[in-house]
């Protein structure tokens, strides 16, 4: 012990590079979430607003009925007998995309990323995982950069390059995933996923107000700028990171000598942990209702979060009828409350815990009701008690829903960890495959079958949707839901070196947290 005090290195000092790999991970981070998500915002600006809206003659029509004119009495100020008003309020676009046809740009990434996810992992251990989140993030910045040029020459060829971006996304999980694991101790894990993960919600928020921002600035070309600026952004976070990281502390040109003896000493016990591996119970695996309870868990989170990150822009637009500049900071506020919530509800997990005030699984199924249950009550509160006179009890009760599904992180996600712990990489693997396929299903569900011509009723039904697959989530996970290792993910092997793995797992938090995207 008096050994290990001695190496002991602080992760927050501006000395430790470990530190600087973090910093540098949530930033990738958030370029390459905000190169895939951008499109959201940016398609109000892209699209012609009035060619596939209701016609407008019907829409003044019913306006003519006292119930409709005086719920939305505004509605023929916001959508004019011409484009006039629409322009007035930022939305400029020409592009002629249906919105089954937006609807399938959305999930084309997961496309991608459903192809490269089943060896992407492979690849990070076998070529070093540097260089495969720098091939990840190039593949970002050359569709991004693109995007402009093929949104305007053809629908199908900017499809096909939305496919192609797709390919990263399924890198770079894995390969964050491969960098944790090298650069931070168990014990620092946590955290540091915490504030790397963070890069997802500071992409929802500051991403889409500064894409707002560009849609309205004809000086640097309107909706254009968003993608050329987000690559060039990316491209000096890719620099930073290949003159910065490295494949292990050992190969690092910045590193210091006792940070290097420090890590050495502490990441020991990985050289334990591969000698203990066995062959993975898949029978177990996939008929345990525990770990079917976290897959289902992970597949509402997924579907919810892609509705929310993708349409948004969207419903603000449709139905709460807000100009440009507005609906950039409606859109933020929900991921802004999550990325809050997200660290204050992970710091509470931690002290429940380590105080033993409660029972693991039951404070994975209190979190859990909270993200399902919760985000639940939102969205039908939004199906039923909002319309465009109430925008700000819109965004209340839609960062409500984001804060809700913050504690996700000690629900579903410490449970799929805790399962199995020796075996939490492919657990995580086949929750992320889950997790993909709901990415798909979104756009297609929401986009294809419900949303035609983007009225209230319509992003009612959406709501409906999204509320009742997270009901039925939170009813299986109550039922079925665990946070107890089971007895099919322990080993009667090695049993010293078991031991110590078990101990690592535990000071972990059951698993590492860092594979998975939250």
């Not at 470990?18 to 915002?41: D, E, K, Q």
């Not at 007035?88 to 937006?102: F, I």
């Not at 690092?252 to 591996?277: G, P, T």
């Not at 983007?454 to 992003?459: F, I, K």
């Amino acid at each position: 012990m008096m050994v290990e005090r001695k190496r002991a290195q602080p992760l927050f000092h501006y000395r430790q590079i470990r530190l600087y790999i973090g910093l540098l991970l949530m930033l990738a981070f958030f370029c390459t979430v905000s190169m895939r998500t951008n499109l959201g915002m940016a398609m109000v600006c892209m699209v012609n607003a009035t060619a596939y809206s209701p016609s407008i003659t019907q829409l003044n029509r019913s306006l003519e009925s006292d119930s409709t004119k005086s719920v939305c009495p505004n509605r023929e100020a916001v959508f004019g007998e011409n484009a006039t008003a629409l322009s007035e309020a930022g939305y400029k676009g020409s592009l002629l995309w249906s919105p089954s046809m937006q609807s399938a740009l959305y999930s084309a990434t997961f496309y991608g990323g459903f192809i490269t996810i089943f060896f992407s992992g492979y690849l990070a251990d076998r070529y070093g995982p540097k260089y495969m989140l720098l091939l990840a993030m190039l593949d970002y910045i050359v569709v991004t950069l693109f995007t402009p040029l093929l949104a305007e020459f053809n629908y199908y060829a900017f499809f096909v390059a939305r496919v192609i971006m797709g390919l990263g996304e399924g890198i770079m999980v894995p390969a964050m995933a491969s960098v944790a694991g090298i650069w931070f101790p168990p014990f620092e894990r946590s955290t540091m996923a915490a504030i790397y993960t963070s890069g997802n919600q500071l992409a929802g928020t500051f991403g889409v107000l500064i894409s707002s921002r560009l849609c309205e600035v004809e000086q640097l070309g309107g909706w254009y700028s968003i993608f050329y600026i987000f690559a060039i952004l990316g491209l000096f976070s890719a620099g930073l990171w290949f003159v910065v990281s490295s494949n292990s502390p050992n190969t690092n040109r910045w590193i210091s000598e006792d940070e290097k003896a420090y890590l050495n000493h502490e990441m020991a016990y990985l050289v334990a942990k591969k000698k203990i591996r066995s062959k993975v119970p898949w029978v177990a695996l996939f008929t345990a209702p525990c770990v079917l309870a976290s897959f289902l868990s992970q597949f509402s989170y997924n579907f919810l979060q892609t509705m929310m990150q993708s349409y948004l822009p969207t419903y603000f637009k449709d139905a709460i009828m807000v100009d440009l500049r507005s609906n950039g900071l409606y859109t933020a506020l929900p991921f802004f409350c999550q990325l809050v919530f997200k660290n204050l509800l992970a710091v509470l997990s931690d002290r429940l815990k380590k105080a033993h005030l409660i029972h693991p699984t039951t404070a994975c199924k209190i979190f859990q009701t909270i993200f399902t249950f919760g985000s639940a009550v939102s969205l039908i509160s939004l199906a039923l008690f909002v319309d465009c006179t109430k925008p700000t009890l819109a965004v209340v009760l839609l960062a409500l829903t984001a804060s809700c599904m913050a504690s996700s992180t000690p629900g579903f996600l410490t449970s799929l960890l805790c399962i199995a712990p020796k075996y939490s990489g492919t657990m995580v693997s086949c929750s992320m495959v889950l997790g993909t396929l709901a990415n798909i299903a979104a756009p297609n569900i929401i986009g294809g079958f419900i949303l035609k011509t983007g009225s209230p009723e319509e992003w009612a039904v959406v709501f409906y949707v999204c509320a009742g697959i997270c009901i039925f989530a939170g009813i299986v996970f109550l039922i079925f839901g665990s946070s107890v290792e089971q007895e099919w993910a322990k080993s009667s092997v090695a049993p010293v070196a078991e031991k110590r793995v078990q101990n690592v797992a535990v000071e972990e938090g059951c698993g590492q947290l860092d594979t998975v995207k939250v």
